[in-house]
């Protein structure tokens, strides 16, 4: 660590120019967000077919708030909305929309103006828009567009989606290893047809396989006259073109990487994804995990509502059998209840403490295997830990809720067998919250998808199990 | 887009050096993972004492896999380890490791190791490492660095934790906004205290008040004759001191950022935040919800057991109460069930029914909320949307379980009243997932923490409740 490293005070002294900035501020809550009273004016405006104002209300907005804009009007608006923004649905505000909203303003664009908006795009970007399309909307775009960035869009549709193809953008910048920092900074310098966004030069060799990497920082701290395979990074990180992009995000944070060098199974460089493009699948992948272990699926507020009822239907039709099975354990004490009704009064208590132990496991070995913290090299010693965890939990709260229902109902058996339930379903948990994500994790079945329901049924079963269970060997029914 | 932007074919035509990367590869499955015999062997040369085998197995790989191989190794046997490794724990790999990790491993150090260690990192790394210390040892290892590195980490230890001021560096660079874009380079190459790892140049004005930002590509890609100001990018995205770190990780995934400046109240620039220091947080903070949700706390399976146990069972300690309300309600009908048993074994399926649709609702509006998605523009939509979601899947479920019911118990009073229980709690869940977090979030508490105790109890009283109640007015247990 050196000093701030700052140059000498400039040389001029009036204010600098921020008045630009000023109305965007106004608009914006203290939490970053779009004042609820700003998106009513707008589309208030718009409803009143005034679409002057409401343009003349949004231009100074951020794309990234416009995007925020389009998102907070409600779907069967939009379309309106996109109509009365015209050309203020730039390419940038595209590709920071939400992939439903999206779905829905694209929808209400004109074939040539997706083309022009595509062409602008990274590649990446533009992919995501035009996969979206149906075919023949599709075409029409591909056709009214540069046959080079129709290439580039064909080629990157061609790879599965949710891969490196799919994320990679085409303009890049790659420089042969013999070149010097002076030559390179030349060609950055005289090539017109160069992108203008990248961080990092790659450096290849003849048969076009990166050999390093190099930082534009480096380029620039070094003398002219230095060769580039000097100052490059050999040690890097190379993503092939057919990686899950889950796995590019996991290397991505792993090695903390800014771009990373995209090759075909030749090993030929044939694209680059930068990390704006993975943060937000970082932030995805993260955020998935909580919505698919509750049977939510993508969790989207602005999916269309009829596929989120069919998601969440299915999830409640799954869980449907693992209740009844709880129920019909239940059943085979019927005789039981009907004689001591406290026993059902009770039940719950025991499958819902364990319910809630089991979940607590589970979440935090999804997470530990999404983050590929929970490996096969700790397997052992993290189940041993959670049993620990679970036996001290189980003895605690069976201790307390065994004395507590003591005073209440002055019945000792009663009293032992609910703390003994008690404890016994907080192993249990502890268990199938470690052994069912983890067995899921090893037959390449999603954890996250397909744990709870099973977790749930462990605990609900032998909650039931073990405290009508005990309680009629207690002899507590008879 | 233009085509795919690259050097001519390079003059030298043998293969690349890539040795030294292959016995990295070797070590790593196919998940880029550690191999867990890799693992064994390195734990076993340790134990044996022979480090010099240790080492020898460690040295080829990168810093990122250093840090994985402490984290797998069991927390008793860490200090050894890390003695063992010696300079190979490098700054990178202590940057790369898991918080509770870390502090085992720094503990192993002795303070002049480590003070060396935050001397080469980053003014963010560096605290971090630091600020765990005990008051003693912090002291130790503050006096045994340079005096500037020193006062960059006791001005940011100055900071509260988790804002802006801890994660920012203080090696920037930053220039006059009347510089060209060639003085820029020259005083780039010419000084030789300036940091090497940077994306961005910031342009301030005679107040070091940042006026604007220039990626680095732009400042190659320009003539040296053009003024900084007219390359910068003026619309830029400030960071307070003081800003809370999820919130400077929000800012950064809306604005697509690579790097920010930070500026102090007085709006001057004190330091800059890079991408690679947010993307773990972003990781997190997503992560995080889902363990809040479910009560397990930081849910980090490297945490000392202790503060586990302790964590999740204050966790079921908050639940008990709602538990035992839910058994409250089901007592209030414990006539009726000694008369009719088929209640106790059916109740389970009507809050266990409605628990699952209020984790789905919760969990998509806890997401919506921690990502900017749910304000208070489009809350009533949400809530509107959510109770259609709810209505539809509780008919759906009330249907199919009513005629199920009927065909099994022949009883129409107890499948409609099963029936009609289903649908009710399905609405009560629904609208329990979408107020219970909005109504935290009003009063500023985490929704992710304390919603799922709410939600729960909502779907167990309410489905005890209606279930039992409609069977008692339907005479069912008389």
Redesign the interface.
């Known amino acids: 660590?050196?000093?701030?490293?700052?140059?000498?005070?400039?040389?001029?002294?009036d204010?600098?120019?921020?008045e630009?900035?000023a109305p965007i501020e106004t608009n914006l809550d203290e939490?970053?967000?779009?004042k609820?009273e700003f998106?009513?004016a707008v589309l208030e405006a718009v409803d009143e077919g005034d679409f002057e104002t409401a343009r003349k209300l949004v231009e100074p907005l951020?794309p990234?708030d416009i995007a925020?804009l389009l998102?907070?009007t409600?779907g069967e608006r939009r379309a309106e909305m996109t109509e009365a923004l015209g050309d203020l649905v730039s390419a940038e505000v595209l590709s920071?929309l939400?992939d439903y909203v999206r779905d829905d303003v694209v929808e209400a664009l004109p074939n040539e103006q997706i083309a022009e908006l595509a062409?602008?795009?990274?590649?990446d970007d533009?992919v995501a828009i035009i996969e979206d399309l149906d075919k023949e909307d599709q075409q029409e775009v591909l056709e009214a567009m540069e046959p080079?960035?129709r290439?580039?869009i064909e080629s990157a549709l061609s790879y599965p989606e949710e891969t490196a193809g799919r994320l990679m953008?085409?303009?890049?910048?790659?420089?042969?290893?013999?070149?010097s920092v002076g030559k390179t900074?030349d060609?950055?310098?005289d090539?017109v047809?160069?992108?203008?966004?990248?961080?990092e030069i790659f450096v290849?060799?003849?048969a076009?396989?990166p050999?390093?990497t190099c930082?534009?920082?480096?380029?620039?701290?070094?003398?002219r006259d230095i060769a580039m395979s000097d100052v490059m990074k050999?040690?890097q990180t190379l993503i092939p073109v057919d990686m899950d992009q889950e796995?590019v995000a996991?290397?991505?944070?792993?090695?903390?990487?800014?771009s990373a060098a995209v090759v075909d199974p030749g090993g030929r460089?044939v694209?680059m994804i930068t990390?704006?493009d993975?943060?937000?699948i970082?932030?995805e992948e993260?955020?998935e995990?909580?919505?698919r272990?509750?049977?939510?699926g993508d969790?989207?507020?602005?999916q269309p509502?009829l596929l989120?009822?069919r998601t969440?239907?299915m999830?409640?039709?799954i869980?449907?059998p693992t209740?009844?099975l709880?129920?019909t354990v239940?059943?085979l004490f019927?005789?039981e209840?009907?004689?001591y009704?406290?026993?059902?009064?009770?039940?719950?208590?025991v499958?819902?403490?364990g319910g809630?132990?089991g979940?607590?496991?589970?979440?935090?070995?999804?997470?530990?295997i999404?983050?590929?913290?929970?490996?096969?090299?700790?397997t052992r010693?993290?189940v041993f830990?959670e049993l620990?965890?679970a036996a001290?939990?189980g003895v605690?709260?069976g201790i307390?809720?065994g004395i507590g229902a003591f005073f209440i109902w002055h019945n000792p058996a009663l009293a032992m067998v609910f703390g003994a339930a008690i404890l016994i379903n907080n192993i249990v948990a502890g268990l199938a919250g470690v052994f069912v994500p983890v067995t899921l994790d090893r037959f390449n079945i999603d954890p996250a998808i397909s744990s709870a329901v099973f977790v749930?049924m462990c605990t609900?079963c032998m909650g039931?199990m073990s405290f009508l269970g005990l309680a009629t060997l207690a002899g507590l029914g008879s």
Chains 1, 2 share one sequence.
């Open positions: 660590m050196s000093e701030t490293d700052a140059a000498a005070a400039p040389s001029r002294s204010a600098p120019d921020l630009q900035d939490d970053d967000h779009l609820p998106v009513a951020h990234a925020d998102e907070l409600p920071e939400n062409s602008e795009l990274d590649t533009a080079e960035d290439a580039a953008q085409r303009d890049l910048v790659a420089v042969p290893e013999l070149w900074i060609y950055l310098r090539t047809d160069l992108t203008s966004d990248f961080w290849v060799d003849a076009y396989k050999i390093g930082q534009l920082s480096w380029v620039l701290r070094c003398p050999r040690d796995e996991l290397r991505f944070q792993k090695y903390a990487l800014i460089l694209g990390v704006d993975i943060v937000h970082i932030q993260a955020g995990d909580i919505l272990l509750s049977g939510a969790g989207d507020i602005n509502i989120t009822v969440r239907l999830w409640l039709l869980n449907l209740a009844m709880a129920a239940v059943n019927d005789a209840i009907a004689k009704a406290v026993l059902a009064v009770l039940m719950g208590i499958s819902g403490m809630n132990a979940t607590q496991t589970l979440a935090v070995v999804v997470r530990a999404a983050t590929n913290q929970l490996t096969s090299s700790n010693r993290v830990r620990r965890i001290t939990n605690s709260l307390l809720i749930t609900d039931f």
